[in-house]
Structure formats: C-alpha cells, structure tokens
C-alpha cells in the first residue's frame, strides 16, 4: 500500500477526513493557535510561497472539534523560514481542549497548549527540542537592572519608537541594516522583497518597538510577528539585529525587555495569556535563559 493511502486510511480510522481552507480557518478562529499555522500565513504561503498543503478536520455530533494541515512531507506545519520570517519552532493545533485526539501526522514541535487534547504525543527527555518562552514575573533586581539600562540609552539621545511608526519598506530596511551588523554578513538575511510583502500583508500582526541611540540611528529590531486568538497571545520572534557598536549600552537587552512588557501590559488589558516564543533553546544562545523557561516540545509517537 503506497504511503499516502496508507495514512488516509489512518486518519479516517482516528474520525479525522480530508477537508479544505475554510474548515481549517474557521476551526482556527474557534480554538485559537499560533503564528506557523495562522490561517493568513498559510494562505499567503499556498497562493505566494508554493506550499502544497492538505487538510483536516474533526467533527463529532456534526461539529468540528479540531482541525490540523500536512505540508508536503507529511509534517505539522510550515518549513519556510529560510525564506520567510516565520518560524517552525513550536506549533499550536487548534483543538477542543475539551476533546481527545489522535493525530496521525508527524512532529516533534507540538506546544505544550496541546498536551491534554492529544493522546499520542509525549513530552519525555527523548523529544529533543525546547523552545523558549518568556518569563509571566521577573525579579524585582531584574527589573531595576533593566530600567537602569533604559534610563541610561535615554540619556545618549535614545528612543523608542512602536514598528507601527514605519512603512514596511522602512522597517525592511531596518531590519536588514542591524541582522548584518549582527552577523556581520555571516548569516544570510531575507531578502528585502519579502520582507516588505509579508510586513505589508500582515501588518495586522506586526507587533514591537524599534530601539534608537544618538538621535536617529537604530539600534536594535526583532520582527515579531503575533496571533491571537480567544484565550491567549502568541509572540514569535524570529532571529533579530542588534548593533554591536553600542554593546556598551545593552540595546538588545533592553530592546527584548521593552517588547516583553509591554506583550505583558497588553495581555493583561484584554485578560488573555501570555505566549511570547524567542525559539527554540540552543546551548549556544544561552542568553535567552536570562528571559524565558525553557519548556519541552511534544512529539508524536507510533505514527
């Protein structure tokens, strides 16, 4: 039996049948996830990027209870962000929290929002990948270092200024400017192009500030995209720039507490959680401890 029919057999013995975008959008809209399988993006990424995407859904007394997408390996979720600033680091399906499931599709990347809805997913040592979500508190030590290093970058001429300040084409150029400083042309950024399309197109989910230092030069970005959804918030922060110049001053820290706080303000105000993602964790980024829990992943097991 070829592969693709053995794991349509599969889904329908498990109550799940093929279905179609709108399904999947509306069950997105009901149960909530995050920005990898936001219904925007995907469809941006099946009319523009080329994906080929199948769909599911699960219905039971004739109302749908989850719904999930395979991309073309067979894998939860899209793999794009060599291309694109979307990240595959930790995946939300939008189920009935209420329900239970049996997935029958690959990953290693379910967030834990996922852990009392699936049966078949595990959350052991074996499943390797951690992702990095920001503290709810910090200290209040934590807290006094980080408006010292804010009060200080003020008084060298900064500012901060909210990313909805810029047009994308400026925002673009931004972002390249401080990811090259970064990695000083090592890493390979987006290419403005698509950076200018996906912050034109999802403007609506465009979220954070810009940091300044002497009047007018930018500092430090991350491209943050955000989805929300009834319970929560989700922050996604893909690889960001920061100029080593001012190292001195601390911009990619302060930068990275301005975003969280104000993320916190934000949930607080609409009364919803906080899930604010700076990627997966990576011994060689250990800093990122300093902000987040590190929080395990789940793993589809037996198919």
Not at 38 to 44: A, G, K, R
Not at 53 to 63: P, T
């Amino acid at each position: 039996m070829e592969l693709s029919i053995m794991m349509s057999v599969i889904s329908k013995i498990f109550g799940w049948k093929e279905s179609t975008f709108d399904i999947y959008k509306l069950t997105y809209e009901k149960f909530g996830g995050g920005v990898n399988n936001h219904p925007d993006i995907i469809e941006y990424l099946i009319k523009e990027g080329g994906c080929k995407i199948k769909f599911y859904h699960y219905s039971k007394n004739d109302k749908i209870e989850g719904a999930y997408f395979k991309n073309e390996k067979g894998k939860i979720g899209v793999d794009v962000w060599r291309k694109y600033p979307i990240t595959y680091d930790e995946i939300i399906l939008p189920l009935n929290e209420d329900e239970k499931f049996i997935i029958p599709a690959k990953s290693n990347r379910l967030s834990p929002i996922n852990r009392k809805s699936i049966y078949n997913i595990s959350f052991s040592k074996k499943s390797k990948n951690e992702v990095c979500l920001a503290k709810d508190n910090f200290t209040k030590k934590t807290q006094k270092t980080r408006r010292n290093e804010f009060n200080k970058i003020i008084s060298h001429g900064g500012s901060v200024k909210n990313a909805s300040d810029f047009t994308p084409d400026e925002l673009a150029d931004i972002y390249i400017y401080l990811f090259n400083k970064r990695f000083e042309n090592n890493v390979k950024c987006y290419e403005k192009q698509v950076l200018v399309d996906i912050i034109t197109r999802f403007n609506h989910m465009i979220y954070g500030h810009v940091l300044f230092v002497d009047g007018t030069s930018p500092c430090a970005y991350d491209l943050i995209l955000k989805a929300e959804c009834q319970n929560w918030i989700y922050f996604d922060v893909p690889n960001g720039g920061v100029d080593p110049d001012f190292a001195h001053l601390s911009p990619g820290s302060i930068l990275m507490w301005l975003n969280i706080t104000h993320a916190q303000n934000l949930c607080k105000e609409k009364n919803k959680k906080m899930h604010f993602s700076i990627g997966l964790y990576n011994p060689a980024w250990d800093y990122k401890q300093r902000w987040c829990e590190r929080t395990r992943l789940g793993k589809v097991f037996f198919i």
